[in-house]
């Protein structure tokens, strides 16, 4: 999506965007489509849509294949902003408009720092949350019913600009975080309470490397790898979670642009997945269908706009994003000159049509969610959510013993020194909306009493004077520095080549350390190389927060005074900085080779911080409670029978942990399942997430049980023709990270394909 900010959209919104303001209602009860079937609630979706798409003429469907479409005035549709977004809460951007009463939306933290709580209960509240106050902003004339979020691209190179926005490196868990987030925004049904829209579909994870930009970059994918990797979360969010509509991504995956790719939009998308019945929509990325064709900067895969409108609506797109990098599409000249079908029209306009249907557009003042209101934005239960989504997910890297402070002695001071101390914006992260309230560290660690000797720092290269903070350091019992990397190093069209600590505050933390004073580094951002600060030993803690939103600073605050445990678990490798020069940016290989140290914890060894990795300020024991140690594989099939669509969604017996806590303080417990085994294809994978959950509240002394739930899905390994096979052998499922406990049980029996994948 374009990368201009608010202020710039705004501008050329007022210029160039017909579909200004937010949704207006159809007058289903005495507008022009009363007596049409569309405005009958007790007809099918698919009924209502193509009855109000039999009385559009051409000119009408045609000029509604854009985002922002002008509607059809003759009968009664206003135009519609089809371009909406909500990736942590209500955003700034092209359909929303702010103001008056929706001067304020919830920031919950970036997907990244929600995800290391490893809590879809939390995740599902989250898309809760969100939807309703889009939905209330929508109700007011002030968005419309379509947001585009998830952004559920795995995390594949840390160098990525806009890895933040994802859940994280693993596919796995993408795919829960996915299921839970999209269940939360579209609501249980029938109507949805907004649609959302997954993206961006597919190998999309490069804004810009050199002279290979998203809009030109040709990701060469293995069928294993595109599968296995790329692939899960939106096999979640079509087949499973029946999301409302899916983005085409700006690259190419082997030679075709995504936007333009009927094996990924027709072949897998809709027809593998199953993903038609609802007439769902596919958009494209903004100005992708630009780059399709011959423009300057992009693939060069068609001769001109016309072609790759029609290439790309030929192969599946239904609406058309335009930004403002490229030049406004022109379906009507693409049509006259053949460029795509009168049933592809048809099918586009009615696909999009029936996601307005869904969305209740058509339903009257008394459809479901018509009476969201501003009563329902930024509710206590909202604000009180969006705190302990940041305190769920700031992980504990590091922690000798310093942690928690106890800042209620006689005279304690901290010294809070570094660029986001006090700079609550930056803890939103891209695609944010305005908070209620900011509360940034600083204010927060004063709101509850505590002395501050505040300073700022740089936030890449040195500050001349050091002075000031090394003043602070000296006054203060211990000092806290906040740094690394924020949303100005990395963002939408903004890769980093290096992942080392910015040198400037690096130099600061070791003058910081030679006070002799405790520090203790909270780092903001995606990940940096830890290493080192690891290697000063009087950083004596290390946390990482991501970009906690905001309440990000009540957050850390509290963890830091031990008024919170940490219990968050990082969802991406920490690689070391030396890593960017052995794996190319470009190669989008998972497995390594004898020149190539290969991707993600399932890969990669060498981590600074591997995935999963979270101390806490106590100790757990785990021990597994007794499991089967033998199943038959033609026995778990017939047992599943026609339970379930597909075969990897069968069950599989759960197992249950007893989880004790060992030390002498309450915490939180994500117990985290991976699998092993010699089976299937080699490589083997050292271990792969296949189960989590989060276990709340554990006092000392106590033990809960934490119940995991697997379904065969997780015991699957991919093949070389991307098709999931259940085989026999032995499986060690291995608890936590570092191992606390494991078990093994054994597969017996021929090995069976539980997905057989389309050949491209
Ligand atoms: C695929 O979708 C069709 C149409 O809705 C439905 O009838 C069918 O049951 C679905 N197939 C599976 C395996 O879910
Ligand atoms: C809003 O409508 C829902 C049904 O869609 C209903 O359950 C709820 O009570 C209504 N709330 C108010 C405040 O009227
Ligand atoms: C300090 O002590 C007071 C009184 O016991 C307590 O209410 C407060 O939460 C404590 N603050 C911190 C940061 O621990
Ligand atoms: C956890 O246990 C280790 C030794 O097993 C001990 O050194 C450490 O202090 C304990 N940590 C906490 C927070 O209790
Ligand atoms: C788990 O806890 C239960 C109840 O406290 C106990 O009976 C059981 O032996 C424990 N099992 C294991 C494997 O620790
Ligand atoms: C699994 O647990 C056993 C003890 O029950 C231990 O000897 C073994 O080293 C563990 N294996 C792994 C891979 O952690």
Redesign the pocket.
């Known amino acids: 999506m374009a990368f201009l900010s608010s202020f710039a959209l705004a501008a050329l919104g007022a210029l160039v965007v017909p579909a200004r303001g937010g949704v207006t209602y159809p007058d289903c009860a005495n507008g022009p489509l009363k007596s049409n079937t569309v405005c009958d609630t007790s007809a099918s979706p698919g009924a209502r849509a193509a009855a109000l798409v039999s009385v559009m003429n051409n000119n009408e469907k045609l000029a509604n294949l854009v985002n922002n479409s002008p509607g059809v005035s003759r009968l009664g549709l206003s135009a519609y902003q089809w371009w909406n977004e909500a990736l942590h809460g209500v955003a700034h951007n092209r359909g929303i408009t702010w103001g008056g009463e929706f001067s304020a939306a919830t920031q919950f933290p970036q997907a990244i720092t929600t995800s290391a709580t490893f809590d879809d209960a939390l995740i599902e509240q989250i898309g809760t949350i969100i939807s309703t106050e889009a939905r209330a902003f929508a109700n007011n004339g002030r968005a419309h019913l379509d947001f585009w979020t998830p952004n559920v691209n795995p995390f594949r190179d840390p160098r990525w600009g806009r890895g933040h926005e994802t859940p994280g490196e693993d596919a796995f868990k993408n795919k829960k975080w996915a299921e839970a987030f999209v269940k939360g925004m579209q609501g249980p049904g029938p109507t949805h309470r907004v649609i959302a829209t997954c993206k961006h579909y597919a190998a999309y994870d490069l804004e810009n490397s050199g002279s290979t930009t998203r809009f030109n970059f040709d990701a060469k994918v293995s069928t294993q790898d595109l599968a296995e990797y790329y692939l899960p979360p939106f096999q979640q969010c079509a087949r499973d979670s029946k999301v409302g509509s899916i983005m085409c991504s700006y690259n190419a995956v082997n030679e075709i642009p995504a936007c333009a790719n009927p094996y990924l939009m027709d072949t897998i998308l809709r027809k593998h997945w199953n993903w038609t019945d609802e007439h769902q929509y596919i958009v494209s990325d903004c100005d992708a269908v630009y780059y399709l064709g011959n423009a300057n900067g992009g693939h060069r895969y068609k001769p001109s706009y016309a072609a790759a409108i029609g290439a790309s609506l030929e192969a599946g797109c239904d609406n058309m994003c335009w930004a403002t990098g490229g030049t406004a599409p022109d379906p009507a000249s693409a049509f006259n000159s053949g460029q795509f079908s009168q049933t592809t029209l048809d099918t586009a306009i009615l696909r999009q049509m029936q996601g307005l249907v869904l969305a209740g557009y058509f339903d009257g003042p008394g459809g479901m969610y018509r009476n969201l209101s501003v009563a329902d934005v930024n509710t206590q239960t909202a604000q009180d959510t969006a705190l302990k989504a940041a305190e769920g997910g700031i992980v504990l890297l590091k922690n000798d013993g310093i942690l928690p402070l106890s800042v209620n002695g006689s005279n304690f001071q901290v010294a809070m020194i570094g660029f986001w101390a006090n700079a609550a914006d930056k803890m939103l992260g891209g695609y944010s909306g305005s908070p209620p309230f900011n509360h940034d560290p600083v204010t927060a660690a004063r709101s509850m009493g505590i002395t501050v000797n505040y300073v700022n720092g740089p936030l890449t290269q040195p500050n001349g004077d050091t002075s000031a903070a090394l003043n602070a350091a000296q006054k203060s019992n211990a000092v806290v520095f906040f740094g690394g990397i924020d949303n100005t190093v990395e963002k939408e069209s903004q890769d980093r080549t290096s992942i080392e600590w910015p040198s400037g505050q690096l130099a600061l933390i070791r003058r910081l350390a030679e006070t002799g004073k405790p520090v203790i580094v909270v780092r903001l951002g995606t990940h940096v190389d830890d290493t080192p600060l690891l290697s000063i030993p009087n950083v004596r803690a290390i946390l990482w927060a991501g970009y906690p939103g905001q309440d990000g600073g009540t957050a850390v605050v509290k963890i830091i005074t031990g008024l919170a445990s940490p219990a968050g678990r990082l969802p991406a490798t920490v690689y070391p900085s030396s890593y960017t020069s052995q794996a190319p940016f470009t190669n989008m290989a998972l497995r390594p080779s004898s020149s190539y140290p290969g991707r993600t914890y399932r890969w990669y060894s060498n981590a600074v911080f591997p995935f999963g990795h979270g101390l806490h300020y106590t100790n757990f024991s785990v021990s597994v409670r007794d499991f089967p140690a033998s199943f038959a594989i033609a026995d778990l099939l017939a047992s599943c029978g026609d339970s379930v669509a597909y075969l990897d969604l069968c069950p599989f017996p759960s197992v249950s942990l007893n989880v004790t806590n060992t030390g002498t303080r309450v915490s939180d417990y994500v117990a985290l399942g991976f699998l092993?085994g010699d089976f299937g294809p080699s490589p083997h994978p050292i271990k792969t997430l296949a189960t989590y959950k989060r276990v709340f509240n554990i006092e000392p002394g106590e033990t809960q049980v934490a119940e995991l739930d697997w379904k065969l899905e997780s015991l699957v390994r991919v093949d070389e023709k991307g098709n999931r096979v259940l085989y026999p052998g032995t499986y060690?499922l291995?608890v936590d990270q570092p191992?606390l406990?494991?078990?093994t049980f054994i597969l017996t029996g021929e090995e069976a394909v539980l997905d057989s994948w389309p050949q491209p």
């Open positions: 092993s060690t291995l191992t406990a494991n078990i």
